[in-house]
């Protein structure tokens, strides 16, 4: 059973330019979570997709857009990189729990980590 | 607002001592706790979660966490730590607002293990 994947595992841009991650989820989930993970913190939450809409959103920029495919994939666009943009990206996915209640257990990918020069 | 604090930022214990890493949350309503590991360039592992019922859950790896309620805690104990449990511990609190819920994470404990 394949877990939580995520692509490219690695990435270096420079300020200004924009970027595309990667997220494929557990088989059988159909939520997709972002997280930001700067060195030596907590992730942060950025934003949560379902039926290809975004649910929830943190508190971060309009520069951090995404996107959820009808197959469950998602993407994690960042515009106009800034330095402070440096981080690891988490993707997480979670399904039905066996309460019936959506998204009680989120399983995380390996991440991503960008470096902006 | 949910907030998670874990006090400790680093520990170093003995190979074979027991383990306590503490959590304390802040959210409004019945929390759902989850505590993470993440061992040095890995995503995050889940190691156990609280609900609802039994506060003294069991997860994976031999560890345990005691939910209470009166002191909005949830501590990770492990009776005697191995070398491979060095990596960073994160306790969660999922917070449902609306239609979604999301995590939110305290900084982190990052625990050493002397051979």
């Known amino acids: 059973d394949a877990g939580v994947t995520q692509s490219p595992t690695h990435l270096i841009k420079t300020r200004g330019q924009q970027v595309t991650l990667r997220c494929s989820p557990k088989?059988?989930?159909?939520?997709v979570s972002w997280y930001q993970q700067a060195l030596g913190q907590g992730p942060q939450f950025i934003f949560q997709?379902?039926?290809?809409?975004?649910?929830q959103r943190g508190n971060f920029p309009d520069r951090f857009s995404g996107h959820q495919f009808p197959n469950y994939s998602s993407e994690l666009n960042v515009n106009a990189l800034l330095l402070g943009d440096s981080a690891l990206y988490l993707c997480?996915?979670?399904?039905?729990?066996?309460?019936?209640?959506?998204?009680?257990?989120?399983?995380f990918g390996p991440g991503t980590r960008l470096l902006v020069l | 607002a949910q907030s998670v604090t874990q006090p400790d930022i680093h520990i170093t214990v003995s190979e074979g001592a027991s383990l306590e890493l503490r959590c304390n949350y802040s959210?409004?309503?019945?929390?759902?706790l989850f505590w993470y590991v993440q061992s040095p360039g890995q995503g995050l592992q889940l190691l156990l979660k609280y609900f609802s019922g039994d506060t003294l859950v069991q997860g994976i790896k031999g560890f345990e966490a005691e939910f209470k309620r009166s002191q909005s805690s949830f501590n990770l104990r492990k009776p005697s730590v191995h070398w491979s449990d060095a990596a960073e511990y994160f306790c969660?609190?999922?917070?449902?607002?609306?239609?979604?819920?999301?995590?939110?994470f305290g900084t982190g404990t990052q625990l050493k293990v002397e051979l």
């Open positions: 088989s059988g989930h159909d939520t």
């Open positions: 959210y409004g309503a019945t929390p759902y």
């Open positions: 997480a996915s979670s399904g039905p729990g066996t309460s019936g209640r959506r998204g009680e257990t989120q399983y």
């Open positions: 997709y379902y039926e290809e809409e975004e649910r």
């Open positions: 969660a609190v999922d917070g449902r607002t609306g239609g979604g819920n999301k995590l939110t």
